[in-house]
């Protein structure tokens, strides 16, 4: 909203008095309640975003699972249908293992179904949220909206049992990612202990659009697997290793696979500063950090926490001409 330049030198003098109004007589702020409900919902952009993502990737997984089991029984079937080694009892047999295969992926769609729907009624629910803010329930949508920015902070810090507490408690588990971050958690564990099956796991069932995002997350992933080869003195396994994982990103990253491949001479206890750095514990912080970032770039979100965002940008009105009474009431709205 725009202030009112302040006239200079005796022009207020020779200006007209003007009438005051009931609204500035009370005091208006440079925030009214209806400026700031449009202001916080510019901000909502990821409230929207992670459950449709996650929504969608539910429904990728449902439709892989499908077309790979219905053309594996096709070809099952078909298989029957033109052997003639098949005695009747032996393709009766077949046929039936292939019927329990379909009721076995019946269940699957079922249980998918399922699933969708309580994401779809997510994604209602935030809907109906925002619609339900207005000026005369502000003061509890933001209340809501701070238990929402504090649930998100648990998350992000590992905090999972008491954000889902917090979210129990208030009612508000369709208006969290929860379910989101769980499975952000045992990727995250996994790579603390040192294992890379569960993050290339991850990796394969989002390979479309990390390949979309030119992500070098998998390939990371690989190069550290190649290095507890090396550590482990498997130098074969390490070598077959690298020509069926490594060797298709050469074209792309070729001067981090060769540094990657001299570790095969200089050996995991090397003091070469190149070399023993790639053998260093904290390796598995970086792909732990790396991972975090592609996994908050896919679903959308913010790399820092909400909570720190707005903490930034109310310390940042401190520096405004806006007087102090203005501040206070931004950090009243958020409820801090």
Same mark, same amino acid.
């Given at each position: 909203?725009?202030?009112?330049?302040?006239?200079?030198?005796?022009?207020?003098?020779?200006?007209?008095?003007?009438?005051?109004?009931?609204?500035?007589?009370?005091?208006?702020?440079?925030?009214?309640?209806?400026?700031?409900?449009?202001?916080?919902?510019?901000?909502?952009?990821?409230?929207?975003?992670?459950?449709?993502?996650?929504?969608?990737?539910?429904?990728?997984?449902?439709?892989?699972?499908?077309?790979?089991?219905?053309?594996?029984?096709?070809?099952?079937?078909?298989?029957?249908?033109?052997?003639?080694?098949?005695?009747?009892?032996? /393709?009766?047999?077949?046929?039936?293992?292939?019927? !329990? &295969? #379909?009721?076995?992926? $019946?269940? @699957?769609? =079922?249980?998918?179904? *399922?699933?969708?729907?309580?994401?779809?009624?997510?994604?209602?629910?935030?809907?109906?949220?925002?619609?339900?803010?207005?000026?005369?329930?502000?003061?509890?949508?933001?209340?809501?909206?701070?238990?929402?920015?504090?649930?998100?902070?648990?998350?992000?810090?590992?905090?999972?049992?008491?954000?889902?507490?917090?979210?129990?408690?208030?009612?508000?588990?369709?208006?969290?990612?929860?379910?989101?971050?769980?499975?952000?958690?045992?990727?995250?564990?996994?790579?603390?202990?040192?294992?890379?099956?569960? /993050?290339?796991?991850?990796?394969?069932?989002?390979? !479309? &659009? #990390?390949?979309?995002? $030119?992500? @070098?997350? =998998?390939?990371?992933? *690989?190069?550290?697997?190649?290095?507890?080869?090396?550590?482990?003195?498997?130098?074969?396994?390490?070598?077959?290793?690298?020509?069926?994982?490594?060797?298709?990103?050469?074209?792309?990253?070729?001067?981090?696979?060769?540094?990657?491949?001299?570790?095969?001479?200089?050996?995991?206890?090397?003091?070469?500063?190149?070399?023993?750095?790639?053998?260093?514990?904290?390796?598995?912080?970086?792909?732990?950090?790396?991972?975090?970032?592609?996994?908050?770039?896919?679903?959308?979100?913010?790399?820092?926490?909400?909570?720190?965002?707005?903490?930034?940008?109310?310390? !940042?009105? #401190?520096?405004?001409?806006?007087?102090?009474?203005?501040?206070?009431?931004?950090?009243?709205?958020?409820?801090?």
């Amino acid at each position: 909203m725009e202030m009112d330049s302040l006239p200079n030198g005796n022009s207020a003098a020779a200006s007209p008095p003007q009438n005051t109004t009931p609204a500035a007589a009370g005091g208006t702020t440079p925030f009214p309640k209806l400026t700031q409900l449009t202001e916080a919902l510019k901000l909502e952009h990821q409230f929207l975003r992670v459950p449709f993502e996650h929504y969608k990737k539910t429904i990728r997984t449902n439709h892989r699972a499908v077309e790979k089991e219905i053309t594996s029984v096709i070809s099952n079937v078909a298989d029957v249908s033109d052997s003639e080694n098949f005695s009747k009892d032996d /393709a009766v047999n077949h046929l039936t293992s292939l019927v !329990s &295969r #379909l009721q076995g992926l $019946k269940r @699957k769609l =079922e249980e998918g179904s *399922r699933t969708e729907h309580l994401q779809a009624q997510k994604c209602r629910a935030r809907l109906n949220h925002l619609e339900s803010a207005d000026a005369e329930n502000l003061a509890e949508w933001n209340n809501t909206r701070v238990k929402r920015i504090l649930v998100d902070y648990m998350l992000r810090m590992s905090y999972y049992e008491t954000a889902e507490k917090l979210a129990e408690s208030s009612n508000i588990q369709d208006l969290v990612d929860i379910e989101v971050f769980q499975e952000a958690k045992k990727v995250i564990d996994a790579l603390q202990n040192k294992e890379v099956a569960p /993050a290339l796991a991850w990796c394969s069932d989002n390979k !479309s &659009r #990390l390949k979309k995002s $030119k992500s @070098k997350f =998998e390939f990371q992933l *690989r190069l550290q697997e190649f290095i507890e080869l090396v550590r482990g003195e498997n130098n074969l396994r390490a070598i077959t290793y690298a020509r069926k994982y490594l060797a298709p990103w050469g074209a792309t990253h070729m001067k981090e696979l060769q540094r990657v491949m001299a570790t095969l001479a200089f050996k995991s206890n090397t003091e070469c500063t190149t070399y023993k750095a790639l053998f260093e514990p904290k390796q598995w912080d970086f792909l732990v950090d790396q991972f975090k970032q592609e996994f908050c770039k896919l679903y959308g979100m913010t790399l820092e926490p909400l909570l720190n965002i707005y903490l930034q940008a109310g310390l !940042s009105a #401190l520096n405004t001409p806006y007087p102090y009474s203005v501040i206070c009431e931004y950090f009243c709205w958020l409820h801090l």
